[in-house]
T-cell receptor, first 111, second 113 residues
C-alpha cells in the first residue's frame, strides 16, 4: 500500500532563517505531488504541484519554493522565512485522477 | 474570491442522528467534488467524491448530494457516531485543472454521545 511521510511534525523557526520541509511517498511511482498551506481559520491553499521530476508549478506568489529531486520526494524551501509563513503545511500525492492523499503535516511557527 | 464556501464553521449533532454538512461553489466549470475529514494534528483523509454527471454518491453511512443548478453539495452522515467528530472540508476541481483542488474553510462537526 502507498504511504506518505512528512517531517518534521512541528518546527519553530526565527524570522529570516531558512526552511526545508521534506515529503516522501512510498508504494507508488510517478505520483503527482502537492504542497498545501492551511493558515489559521482558512481552507487548504495549494502552493505547488509537480507531475514529474524537476517539474514544478507554482500556484501563488510567495516567499517559498519547491523542488522534486527524485520521483517520490518533494521539498518545500525558503531562503528567509517571514512571519506570514507561519501555518500548517501539508504534502499530498495522487495518481491517475484518483483523490489526493495527504501526509500528517508540519506545524510551522515563525518567531 | 472564495470559490468554495462552507458557511457553517461548526455543527453539533446527537449520536445516532443525521449530520448534514453543506458546501457551495461559484465556478460552474467545477465538475468533480470531494469531502475530506480531518482530525487534529493529522492530515485530511479522503471520504467520498462525486462527479458532476451524478447527483448522488453513497458509501456506507456517508452520502454526498450534488445540486448543479444551485451549485451546492452536501454530505450526509447517518447515523452519526462520536468518532465522526472532526473537521470536514469540501473540495472542488475542474477538468481544465484536474490537479488543482479548491478547498472550503471546513466545518467542525461534534457528535454528542
Amino acid at each position: 500500500s502507498q504511504t506518505i511521510h512528512q517531517w518534521p511534525a512541528t518546527l519553530v523557526q526565527p524570522v529570516g532563517s531558512p526552511l526545508s520541509l521534506e515529503c516522501t511517498v512510498e508504494g507508488t511511482s510517478n505520483p503527482n505531488l502537492y504542497w498545501y498551506r492551511q493558515a489559521a481559520g482558512r481552507g487548504l491553499q495549494l502552493l505547488f504541484y509537480s507531475v514529474g521530476i524537476g517539474q514544478i508549478s507554482s500556484e501563488v506568489p510567495q516567499n517559498l519554493s519547491a523542488s522534486r529531486p527524485q520521483d517520490r520526494q518533494f521539498i518545500l524551501s525558503s531562503k528567509k522565512l517571514l512571519l506570514s509563513d507561519s501555518g500548517f503545511y501539508l504534502c499530498a500525492w495522487s495518481r491517475d485522477n484518483q483523490p489526493q492523499h495527504f501526509g500528517d503535516g508540519t506545524r510551522l511557527s515563525i518567531l | 474570491d472564495q470559490q468554495v464556501k462552507q458557511n457553517s464553521p461548526s455543527l453539533s449533532v446527537q449520536e445516532g442522528r443525521i449530520s448534514i454538512l453543506n458546501c457551495d461553489y461559484t465556478n460552474s466549470m467545477f465538475d468533480y467534488f470531494l469531502w475530506y475529514k480531518k482530525y487534529p494534528a493529522e492530515g485530511p483523509t479522503f471520504l467520498i467524491s462525486i462527479s458532476s454527471i451524478k447527483d448522488k454518491n453513497e458509501d456506507g453511512r456517508f452520502t454526498v448530494f450534488l445540486n448543479k443548478s444551485a451549485k451546492h453539495l452536501s454530505l450526509h452522515i447517518v447515523p452519526s457516531q462520536p468518532g465522526d467528530s472532526a473537521v470536514y472540508f469540501c473540495a472542488a476541481s475542474g477538468t481544465s485543472g484536474t490537479y488543482k483542488y479548491i478547498f472550503g474553510t471546513g466545518t467542525r462537526l461534534k457528535v454528542l454521545a
